[in-house]
């Protein structure tokens, strides 16, 4: 869930970000300073003060599009989410997987595991895996079985989807919360 607020900020193990959401550059006072330049000012003076290495290599300021966390965030378009490249590779991966003639436990929770990032940025999507989840955890550790084609359908399906794994910063946020109860009683 994203702050109400033009400035984000996240600290995730050494990783400090700050996002600003600006004004269009012609509607900007070009002397103007945004609350994302004095965040990461201080940031880097107690970084330097305390003596904490930093990467120069991973340092970004002022970038429309970056890729931080494992997502890949292009500033422009607003769209946020697993980089393009991995989701080939992990397109890939799925394909190569239900064309294996025999599948072990371990192979397809380390798949299904992959799955997950891509999917933070589209939750709904993992709706579409059920009956893979059910049969893994039904195999023994010590065993590998043929794939089921409603587990292989599943996992080729998701693989499809995979361009849709990501979220919009530009879309409106509604106030309204939503909830719902999967239960049959």
């Given at each position: 869930l994203l702050p109400a607020s033009h400035c984000w900020e996240g600290l995730?193990?050494?990783?400090h970000i700050v996002m600003q959401v600006l004004p269009?550059?012609?509607?900007?006072?070009?002397?103007?300073?945004?609350?994302?330049?004095?965040?990461?000012?201080?940031?880097?003076?107690?970084?330097?003060?305390?003596?904490?290495?930093?990467?120069?290599?991973k340092a970004f300021t002022h970038q429309p599009s970056?890729?931080?966390?494992?997502?890949?965030v292009e500033g422009s378009t607003g769209r946020v989410?697993?980089?393009?490249?991995?989701l080939v590779q992990l397109s890939e991966l799925i394909v190569q997987v239900c064309s294996l003639k025999k599948v072990s436990k371990k192979l397809l929770q380390k798949?299904?595991?992959?799955?997950?990032?891509?999917?933070?940025?589209?939750?709904?999507?993992?709706?579409?895996l059920q009956e893979v989840y059910l049969w893994v955890e039904k195999l023994d550790d010590s065993e590998a079985r043929r794939l089921p084609a409603a587990a292989r359908e599943?996992?080729?399906?998701?693989?499809?989807?995979?361009?849709l794994c990501h979220s919009n910063i530009k879309w409106q946020v509604s106030p309204r919360v939503g909830a719902s109860d999967a239960c049959l009683d």
């Open positions: 995730y193990i050494d990783d269009k550059k012609k509607l900007r006072n070009p002397k103007q300073t945004f609350r994302d330049d004095e965040i990461l000012k201080a940031s880097r003076q107690q970084y330097e003060h305390l003596g904490i290495p930093t990467s120069d290599k970056f890729t931080a966390w494992g997502a890949h989410g697993t980089p393009r490249e991995k798949t299904l595991g992959l799955l997950v990032h891509p999917s933070m940025h589209q939750r709904l999507l993992m709706s579409l599943e996992l080729l399906m998701f693989a499809l989807c995979l361009p």
